[in-house]
């Protein structure tokens, strides 16, 4: 029975995450103690899994969080320049070259602007065009950035829901021991103690 942990056709969150299984009943998941260390084995891979995927959500999700004021820094950059005459006098503009390292430019009016577009690729776009890609480019950083915060409070839900079942299926064990023990007329000394379900 610890087969029906997990099937292919398990619901998932909109990105594909399964739901961890929710044990109401010990019964339903465990018959007998040959299928506990099974089962519980199966739970213990589960929330490992889960942990996996948290860790590398919480990675992405840091990387847009460095990622979403460059791109806005960037847009407003940009949005500052449209808003420039073809006849204004040079700007003059201090910026950054590296993190300690300042420069000084005067900076004309331009048609066209240059982006750093990743793996030191450099284009040239004309101003709308520059404005409307960082648009889409921080529209998109900003929705990632929401499902990855969804998917972290769903990540932990899911081993929330692992954890309580691990320590229901493991009272049961112990609890289906202490009855045979009894039965038999055992002595009780019982193999360990109950975990708090926690729900």
Known sequence: ???????????????????????????????????????????????????????????RSAGLKDKIPDIQKTLDTVRFLKTRAPDAAPLEATFELNDTLYAKA???YTPEVYLWLGANVMLAYPIPEAEALLEGKLDAAKGTLANCEEDLDFLREQITTLEVATARVYNWDITQKR???????GSGDGEGKEIAPNG
């Open 106 to 108: 005067h900076v004309p």
């Open 179 to 185: 009855k045979e023990q009894t039965e038999r007329g």
């Open 1 to 59: 029975m610890a087969t029906q942990v997990q099937s292919k056709d398990a619901p998932t969150n909109p990105r594909g995450i399964p739901f961890a299984p929710f044990v109401d009943k010990v019964e339903d998941y465990v018959s007998s103690w040959a299928e506990v260390d099974g089962t519980m084995k199966s739970f213990q891979e589960m929330i490992a899994k889960y942990q996996f995927m948290e860790v590398n959500t919480q990675r």
